[in-house]
């Protein structure tokens, strides 16, 4: 298990940092599979999306052992700022085919959408080596 003092406040990490790392894919090991286990191959992260509704558009995922899926990727420090931010409640989140955060404090495995569908998640704490973390805390110390 890590120790939490390499990265000792969540804060200190701002979410678009965390959206660079997802868009570079920039991970010690390539994710293989969501919080539920169910395998998972990234051939496309999206298009960053600047204005209202879900991080980045028109990302194509290989879900499971031959489902394609293409929408939307919501990203986030977080596991609970799925529901703190609304977005379960919130229909222009419905097109959203994975979460992804940083630290999963719920144990949740997935979210649901306004419309009721169930939402993959990925949790990227694990893929990250030691180094990259404090590069990303130290990132985060300079960014205003």
């Given at each position: 298990?890590?120790?939490?003092?390499?990265?000792q406040?969540?804060?200190?990490?701002?979410?678009r940092?965390?959206?660079?790392?997802?868009?570079?894919?920039?991970?010690?090991?390539?994710?293989?599979?969501?919080?539920?286990?169910?395998?998972?191959?990234?051939?496309?992260?999206g298009?960053?999306?600047?204005?209202?509704?879900?991080?980045?558009?028109?990302?194509?995922?290989k879900?499971?052992?031959?489902?394609?899926?293409?929408?939307?990727i919501?990203?986030?420090?977080?596991?609970?700022?799925?529901?703190?931010?609304?977005?379960?409640?919130?229909?222009?989140?419905?097109?959203?085919?994975?979460?992804?955060?940083?630290?999963?404090?719920?144990?949740?495995?997935?979210?649901?959408?306004?419309?009721?569908?169930?939402?993959?998640?990925l949790?990227?704490?694990?893929?990250?080596?030691?180094?990259?973390?404090?590069?990303?805390?130290?990132?985060?110390?300079?960014?205003?």
């Amino acid at each position: 298990m890590r120790a939490r003092s390499k990265v000792q406040r969540v804060e200190d990490i701002r979410q678009r940092i965390l959206r660079c790392l997802w868009f570079d894919q920039a991970f010690a090991t390539p994710p293989k599979h969501t919080d539920g286990g169910v395998p998972l191959r990234v051939f496309t992260p999206g298009w960053w999306n600047l204005e209202d509704g879900p991080d980045f558009r028109n990302a194509a995922l290989k879900l499971g052992p031959s489902r394609t899926v293409k929408g939307d990727i919501e990203v986030h420090l977080r596991a609970s700022d799925w529901t703190k931010g609304g977005h379960d409640k919130d229909a222009s989140y419905n097109g959203v085919i994975l979460v992804v955060c940083l630290w999963n404090d719920t144990g949740q495995r997935a979210v649901r959408t306004a419309g009721g569908a169930e939402v993959p998640q990925l949790t990227l704490e694990p893929l990250l080596s030691d180094e990259k973390l404090c590069e990303l805390q130290a990132a985060a110390m300079r960014v205003t």
